[in-house]
Structure formats: C-alpha cells, structure tokens
C-alpha cells in the first residue's frame, strides 16, 4: 500500500519520469497499431521490431558511444529497410508474406545478435545496458530517454492527428482512397514511418521481442468494443497506458520482475476479458446469441411439425405422441425433449396423457410459420423462375427470419394466394 | 574436434527445422512456426521447474502441450473470436512468451535459464555439456543426441506420412474427400515443429529457431519448382548455413547462432536475386526476351 502511494503520487522525480515515459510510449504504439491492425498488417511491426536491433549495434559501432538520438537514427534506418526488404521480397518473387515477414524477422534479427555479441566480446565498457534493447527498461528510464523518445511520440501523434481523416479513408478502402484522388502510395508510406518511429520508441519500455503486443494487442482489444474509429483509438491508448503504468509499478515494487513482459501480461488479460465479455462482439455473447437462436429455430419446427400433422389429418385438437412427431420431422432426441418442455412452459402445448397438445398460442405460430414457408416457395417459383423441387431448403431457413412486415409485403405482392407451388393450401388467419 | 561437434549441432537442427519449414511456408503457416516457437517457453519454464532438472523428455512434452495448446487458442481466437488471423497470433505468442519469461525471472536462482539464453540461445557449449553413461563412458555431447534423436523422428514422420503431408498441403479439399484428416494432420505437423523448436531452443534460442524454420526452405523454394527437390535442397542448404555460420562467427568473434541467420539471408539473399525459379535475373531476362520478342514481331 505504502509502495502504491509512492508510485502514484508521482513526488519522487524519478517515478514521474518512467509514469510519463511509459504513457508515450505505450501511447503512440497504440494509435499506430490501431491503424495496422485495421489494414490487417501487424505481424510487420513484430519484423520492425526485431529489425531495429542491428541499426542499434551498427549505431553503436559507428558511434562507440550511446548517444539515445543516434541509436534511434540507427533503429529507424534499418527497421525502415526491413520493411522494404519484405516489400521487394513479396513484389519480385512467388514468395508469400507470411514467409518474407519471417524470414526478414529471424535473419535481421541474428545479424544483430552477431553484432551484439561482437560488442559484448569487444570489452568496450560503454556498451553496458545496450541489451536493454533486447526486454526493455521502462522502470528504469532516465530524464534524457523521456524527452528524446518524447519528441518522437508527440510528433508521431501529431501526424496521425493532421491525416486523420486520410488514413482512415486508407485504413478501410484503399480503392475508395484512390478513386477520391488522395495520394495513396504516399500515405501509406507515412504510415510505414509511422510505425517504424512508434516502434523505436515502444521498444524501450517493453524490448524486441514483446514491441509486437504493444502494436496489436491493444488495438485488437479495442477493436471488440466499437465499430467507430474515434472511439477504436481512444480505447485502444487507454488499454496501452493502463498496462504500460501497471506494468512499471509491478516491477517498481518488486525489482526482480522484467516491466515489459508485466506490461504485456496485462495488456493481453484486458484483452482477454474483451474477447470474452466485450458487449456484442464478445465469444460469450455470441455464443449466447447463437444458442438463443437455434433455440428459436427449434421451437417453431416442433410447432410447425404439430401444424402438419393437424393438417394430415384435419383435426389440430389432438394429442401427438413422441413417435408420431420423430416420424413426421427428423429431431434430435434430447433436444425435442428439452424444447417440448419449453414450449409448455410457454404456453404453446399442453401436456395429456397421450401426448402433446397445441394450445390456442401454438396453433397461431405452427400457422404463421407454415405460412411463411409456403409464400416464400410460392415467391421463388414464380419470382426467380427456380423449379417447384428446388425450393423447399431454402424455404426451411428463411421461414425463420421473415419479419412481420416482410411477410405483409409477400402476400400483397403475390395477391394473397390459396396454394403453394405443391398444391398445399395456404393457411391464413 | 569442438568445431565438428557445433557444426554437427548446427546441421542437425537446421535440418529438422528446415524440413518441417517446407510445410509450413507452403500452408502460409510460416508465421505459426514464430509463435510457436516464442510461445513454448512457459512449457520449458514449467517442466524445468516441476521436474527439477533439465530433462530433455520433461522439456520435450512441456514444450510440446504448450505448442498445440498455441495452435489450438490462435484458431479459437480466430474462428469463435473472429479475431483476424495475423492478430490473433500476434497476440497470442507475445502473451505466453511474456508469461514465460515472468516465470524466469519468479524462478530465477532455481532454474538454469536466463533471457539471453532463450533469445538466442548458446551453442558454443555443445561440446562441453557432454553425455556420460552410468557406466561412466563418454557418448558425446548431449545435444548431438538430442537433435540427432529428433531429426529420426521428424524423417519418420515426413516419410510414414509423406503422401498425407503432401495432400493435406496442396490440396486439402481434395485429401478431405479421400479421407484423409486434414485436422489430424495439421496437429501432427504442429507438434513437431514445437518439438523440435524446443530441441533446438538450447543451442539456437527462440528466435533463431525460426531463422533455420524459415530461411532455408524459402531459398530452396526459389530454386525449384518440385517438392522432393525441396526437401533435398533444404538439407544441403541447411549444412551450408552451419559451415558457414560456424566460419563467420569464429571470424568476427560473435554469437554462432546470430551468424548462422545471418548466413541463411545471405544464401536466400543469393537465391533471390540469381535463383532460375523467379530470381531477380531470369525474371528480368524473360522479360527483356518478351519485350524483344513483341518489338520484333513489330
């Protein structure tokens, strides 16, 4: 408790500068990586952010010093061309995507182990804590870090602030993008930089190998919660910096423990809890949802079945056994038992002793369903020329969906008829 | 003696990997063979951690469960989630990797494992962390053993199941109507390639794995256009990145495992531009020859 208060006060001077550090960083990975991820790239930030790992060590060896802007110049120099690298691979080659994003992320990436380790055995001493680079430092960032890495995250924003409306046009329709006369080759080009910078400066709270959850995962999050982009990156930033602040407090009290992969534990059961639970979108209430309808579904075939079989024999008065109804309708045992007893619940059968009984509520649903179907074989005969022996399957699914209205604007345009394209009457109210 | 021994390593593992990358760049899979291979590391953590020492079969199932535990939660993120397919693997191997690199750092002092060593992992200890019997006999270094044991297993496997790998890669509906199981196929090859990345993961690292997963199928896919021939190229391609990673790192005093990715580029790089199969070269001499061709039918 004593620990919390400390962190979140901000007094110590230090603990605000990694509590500001991390919100831009985490920050402007989340705005970038909303807009990759809507333009279904990215997996190229994870490449980026392997690639960015020789441009450091190349820097350093230039440099023999480490001076943060030109590990940052090196960074960008070479994650840039690993974007280019995967462009020309895919462009000039059968070689898919998938394999040149790969390739270009393990072979970049082992170039700048050689190198790293070349540095290492060199006994040269400033390059000391240049393997931060490797898992981060976000609890451990100091004043210089926070405004180098500060320019870069509010002139990355600041960008995306001023394109706004062009990278969204970009994001959801490339060819709309093009049709409207924007430069889209151009665009698409800032956004590369884009994401090239917000990885730069993203790898320094949380490392190489997790700087591809800070780019995906807060946007997929975000992503199950709204269909509206202003609302997508606005969640989106909130996940990123709520797991970046957490994520350095954790590892502020207990000093062992790594920030980055704090941060992306975190990051990754907000997403979680948004996969599951998020309203609409979420596993749970589509699962739910599509149990519900099945449900639906059910119910009226029993209904419809109990309707055929009055028909059959004209009289809707009279009991149906179990067998009587597996014979006219194939079931599901255990789900015709389960939804027998809801509809009685309901109050669309009775139950005697002989069997089940339509109550006057059932009668009317077994009617409108049985309706339907017939219009709507009626409609596809006459409407879409479709042969009389080809139209009972889609009868079977749409009788379900047809809403009230629909099914007034049926029978107006088919002028009310008396008979099915099978000859079976009709059943009005 | 030490040279042939990491050499041997080398091969060993880049061939495995290699081979099973043929089915996985063909699948458009080659991105799962990343995320497995950075998501097995909570299994090896717990396998250490629960069995005490660094049995290999421990390491080898934990490794594994985790590896099909990967495919199994990206398709669910995919299919029940409708997650899109790259973010549903982006976010599922950074969370487990995350998960077990925590778990080093809880177990830190108890497990013999640290972060540099996952990432790219040590192979110029291969021929010092030898296997001796307890008869007390000398059989060599432990890793040889290992690769070489899973190197038998995935040749058994491209061999009993080579038809079955070969249909459900290509043609899938097709093997489905023969009845052949695209899903239990697709599962075995997933636990293999997790197998062996685990196999792998002490000389090579994680990150590495996919280098010698990636990198030497793809060359080999630019210079022919036959599966078999494939397969052979991806061998001979997989000694060369071992020599010659082996060479590189001696000469500029670096991690072997870094230079033999680096090396890997290099001999896809050559493919690329040089490579008959759609290199660089023929693709511009075919067309020179087309322009040619049409300015003289002119």
Request: proline fraction near 3%; hydrophobic fraction near 50%; aromatic fraction near 10%.
């Amino acid at each position: 408790m004593e620990a919390f208060v400390e962190f979140f006060s901000l007094r110590d001077p230090n603990i605000r500068y990694v509590v500001l550090g991390t919100i831009l960083l985490t920050a402007s990975s989340a705005v970038v990586g909303t807009f990759t991820f809507l333009q279904k790239k990215s997996l190229v930030g994870d490449a980026v952010a392997h690639a960015v790992l020789p441009g450091v060590c190349l820097a350093f060896l230039l440099a023999e010093s480490k001076n943060p802007l030109l590990l940052i110049v090196g960074a960008f120099v070479t994650g840039w061309l690993s974007l280019v690298v995967i462009d020309t691979i895919t462009r000039n080659s059968k070689i898919k995507e998938d394999t040149a994003i790969g390739l270009v992320l393990s072979v970049f990436f082992g170039v700048g182990i050689l190198l790293l380790t070349n540095i290492q055995h060199s006994g040269n001493a400033a390059q000391s804590g240049l393997d931060s680079f490797l898992f981060g430092k976000a609890a451990a960032l100091l004043p210089n870090d926070v405004r180098a890495f500060g320019i870069l995250a509010v002139l990355l924003l600041a960008v995306v602030g001023l394109l706004y409306k062009e990278f969204k046009i970009l994001a959801f329709d490339k060819n709309y993008a093009a049709i409207l006369g924007l430069p889209v080759r151009a665009l698409e080009l800032t956004l590369t930089t884009l994401t090239v910078l917000a990885v730069v400066v993203g790898i320094q709270a949380v490392g190489v190998v997790l700087m591809a959850a800070m780019l995906i995962t807060p946007a997929a999050a975000a992503r199950f919660w709204t269909d509206r982009l202003s609302i997508m990156l606005i969640l989106a930033t909130t996940f990123g910096v709520i797991s970046g602040v957490t994520g350095s407090f954790i590892s502020y009290t207990a000093t062992a423990m790594p920030t980055g992969p704090w941060v992306v534990v975190i990051i990754s059961i907000i997403a979680g809890i948004s996969f599951f639970f998020a309203p609409r979108k979420g596993i749970f209430f589509r699962v739910r949802r599509q149990m519900n309808n099945r449900r639906m579904i059910l119910d009226e075939n029993i209904l419809k079945t109990f309707f055929n079989l009055g028909e059959n024999d004209h009289s809707f008065k009279e009991a149906r056994s179990w067998d009587q109804l597996l014979v006219e309708r194939h079931f599901v045992p255990r789900r015709l038992r389960n939804g027998l007893a809801r509809l009685r619940r309901q109050g669309f059968l009775e139950r005697q002793s002989a069997g089940w009984v339509l109550t006057q509520a059932g009668f009317e649903k077994g009617k409108r369903t049985v309706r339907l179907h017939r219009l709507w074989e009626l409609y596809l005969t006459q409407y879409l020329r479709i042969a009389p022996d080809h139209v009972h399957e889609d009868a079977e699914t749409i009788e379900h969906v047809i809403t009230p209205e629909l099914e007034q604007k049926l029978q107006e345009k088919l002028g009310f008829p008396e008979v099915d394209p099978h000859q079976s009457e009709i059943p009005y109210r | 003696m030490e040279a042939f021994w990491i050499i041997l390593t080398g091969t060993l593992v880049a061939t495995s990997c290699g081979l099973l990358g043929n089915y996985l760049i063909l699948r458009r899979m080659a991105m799962m063979g990343d995320a497995i291979s950075h998501a097995v590391l909570p299994g090896i953590v717990l396998a250490f951690f629960l069995t005490g020492t660094r049995d290999t079969i421990a390491m080898l199932i934990g490794a594994g469960l985790l590896g099909v535990l990967t495919t199994f939660i990206i398709d669910f993120l995919h299919k029940r989630g409708k997650l899109q397919a790259d973010a549903s693997i982006g976010v599922t191997f950074t969370s487990l990797f995350a998960i077990g690199i925590i778990l080093i750092s809880a177990f830190a002092g108890q497990v013999d494992l640290d972060q540099d060593c996952v990432l790219y992992g040590e192979i110029a200890y291969v021929p010092i962390d030898l296997w001796i019997s307890n008869g007390g006999t000398i059989l060599g270094p432990r890793a040889i053993w290992i690769s070489g044991g899973v190197l038998i297993l995935v040749l058994l496997l491209i061999s009993l199941g080579y038809k079955e790998l070969y249909l459900t890669t290509f043609d899938p509906s097709y093997a489905g109507v023969v009845g052949i199981s695209v899903g239990l196929w697709q599962a075995l090859l997933m636990g293999a390639v997790s197998m062996t990345t685990v196999a792998s993961f002490e000389s090579v690292g994680a990150i590495l794995v996919v280098a010698f997963l990636i990198a030497p199928p793809a060359t080999a896919y630019l210079l022919t256009t036959r599966f078999r021939t494939m397969l052979w190229l991806t061998v001979g391609i997989a000694f060369l990145t071992s020599t010659g990673g082996y060479v590189l790192a001696v000469a500029i005093d670096g991690s072997i495992a870094g230079a033999m990715a680096t090396i890997a580029g290099i001999l896809f790089a050559i493919a690329f531009v040089f490579g008959p199969e759609g290199g660089l070269m023929s693709r511009r001499k075919k067309q020179a020859t087309l322009e040619e061709s049409t300015v003289s039918a002119a």
